[in-house]
């Protein structure tokens, strides 16, 4: 059997519009995500979504443009996860944040890390 | 088949570029799934992410080359989901695997299928439905 850890799981809702310094706010979030070693982050993109603004963005809407909503996701454990909250404080505009409690395998490929494999602790 | 009201929730946080013998890992794994009669797999592809290794997954110019992040979501009873998790352990070579609780609400077909609806609306008395 698996080796199954307590993390949680960190989503932040924006849209992919949303920007910060000129750049798309997702891709900042991740860039943030990987310059703290947080354990990994994924973008994942909606196809339609409503926020506080009551706007339904939809990829259908072509006067919406490009508003379509985007998912945040980190897994880690919950004091990297309360390290990397405020870091992100007063980067998302409007948005929605939310944190849950997940079990996790975490699978390490030795091969894969950039790492080298006398440094991980086994 | 049935899942219980409390089911289990697992996702699986992968690249498209992993293998699992001949094809794309997130296929092999769906395979499987369907193989062991689970209640059901979703893919989805996320333009942008990143893993252990720190590197980040996003797509690129050439298609041979795409590397973007999957998430494979699989909910069904916590027995299945366990008896699923070694099966799962033998494919995985790096990624993440979550589990939460779910409550699932709705599963399957089990409201009457548009003919039926039709016969109601026009007051033709529906037979039994085809299918459950």
């Known amino acids: 059997m698996p080796e199954i850890s307590e993390a949680t799981l960190l989503r932040i809702f924006v849209a992919e519009n949303d920007r910060l310094h000129g750049h798309p706010l997702y891709h900042v979030l991740v860039e943030k995500a990987r310059e703290l070693k947080m354990a990994g982050a994924t973008v994942l993109p909606a196809p339609v979504g409503f926020g506080q603004s009551r706007m339904v963005r939809c990829d259908l809407n072509v006067d919406a443009g490009p508003h379509l909503p985007i998912v945040i996701e980190i897994i880690d454990s919950e004091e990297n996860i309360a390290r990397f909250l405020p870091a992100i404080d007063g980067m998302i505009d409007s948005g929605l944040v939310t944190l849950e409690k997940v079990k996790a395998i975490f699978y390490r490929s030795a091969a894969k890390s950039t790492e080298p494999v006398a440094a991980q602790p086994s | ?132």
Request: aromatic share 4%; charged share 20%.
């Open chain 2, 1 to 132: 088949m049935e899942v219980p009201h409390d089911a289990v929730l697992l996702r699986i946080f992968t690249s498209v570029a992993d293998r699992w013998k001949m094809g794309p890992l997130y296929l092999g794994i769906v395979d499987k799934a369907r193989e062991l009669h689970l209640a059901g797999a979703t893919v989805l592809r996320g333009p942008l992410g990143f893993g252990q290794s720190g590197k980040l997954h996003r797509g690129n110019l050439l298609p041979l080359t795409q590397d973007l992040p999957v998430v494979i979501e699989i909910v069904d009873s916590e027995d299945k989901i366990n008896e699923f998790l070694p099966v799962l352990d033998e494919m995985m070579e790096s990624g993440l695997v979550t589990i939460e609780r779910a409550q699932v609400l709705h599963y399957g077909r089990q409201r009457a299928g548009l003919m039926s609806r039709l016969k109601q609306q026009l007051g033709i008395s529906a037979g039994p439905p085809l299918v459950h």
